[in-house]
């Protein structure tokens, strides 16, 4: 299929989506939630824009590459947030985003 | 992670979108593609639902078995038109929407 | 346009998305955070669904009707939360909501 | 509300976002549906970008002025595309993508 040339990046976007969107409702459950609001936020936006951009090389959209690009700076941002807190949901995350944001950028490339 | 006890199915959601975004592109490229219009619309449709239950469940949300629910319905039309098309990438698609209607109904069960 | 006959419906559903989306940002700057967490929850819920029904709607999708049927839910369990609040960006929230449950219940109807 | 800033920026994706979504469905009952193809992926290209970027200015994301500037590309793209065909839905899609890039430049400025 046209997209697997895609494939790995597809898959760590959506993993990526999906490690977001946990750590964001996980974060909400958390007693020290006042300081998890940077962390809920930057979960959106990451998981937003990993959704937009898997489905951007599914289609073997001619705009996969800019948005890939604009993924991995968003990816970048939410690992280096995940990464402060020390919560399982918050590491696996800050992994998760780290390794997209480096499948993005070769992809970009 | 909150959002392992839904891991097979939003593996399956995510791949269902993968497949649909794929062949509504594929389908673009067909020589034939009037006859591809109903495919093309089905892809789109089931690849929205598919990548926005994907969400709910990470997300744990108290929605994720309706959204399920109906993600079921609409990839179980969509593989019903992509079957009757010779192509390669809607027979994958086709089954491909088959595996996450059967993954999304138990798990709106 | 195609669309027309659905934009009353597209409209309040995009309203909602915009005011689900404003008001989760707003919810994680407020002091008493962890009381506004199934507000936020149900925010991201909502703004999901909204966004979905807009674009199935704007497509003239045959599956229109159906996702409209589920946001109206959705919307209605998001008013409910959001008119427990005072702050400002709950009640405009709450009262959205409230509108744009009631034109996906009509046009699904 | 936070979003009130952006008020008119969000407005312009929406409705572009719906112009869309309605072009793409009506571009696919066209006649000559062959010619129409790179109006139809711009058209899903478009529309998917410009849900995101309401999104991102309706929660007030640090990330709506970079999105915005991407978003303004692929709409001035869309329109270039549009332009070309006489259909109604295309030339009214043209103009509206048109207006929605010049929000968006203006906005991620």
């Given at each position: 299929m046209t997209y697997q040339k895609y494939a790995e990046c597809i898959d760590a976007c959506n993993r990526c989506a999906d490690a977001c969107d946990n750590c964001s409702t996980?974060?909400?459950?958390?007693?020290?939630?006042?300081?998890m609001a940077q962390c809920i936020k930057r979960d959106i936006d990451c998981a937003a824009?990993?959704?937009l951009a898997a489905g951007a090389m599914a289609r073997n959209s001619e705009y996969?590459?800019?948005?890939?690009?604009?993924?991995?700076?968003?990816?970048e941002m939410c690992a280096e947030e995940c990464r402060k807190h020390e919560a399982d949901h918050c590491q696996t995350c800050a992994?998760?985003?780290?390794?997209c944001a480096k499948a993005c950028r070769a992809m970009a490339a």
């Open positions: 996980a974060c909400l459950a958390e007693e020290n939630i006042a300081q824009i990993c959704r996969a590459g800019s948005i890939c690009s604009l993924c991995a700076q968003i990816c992994a998760v985003c780290a390794e």
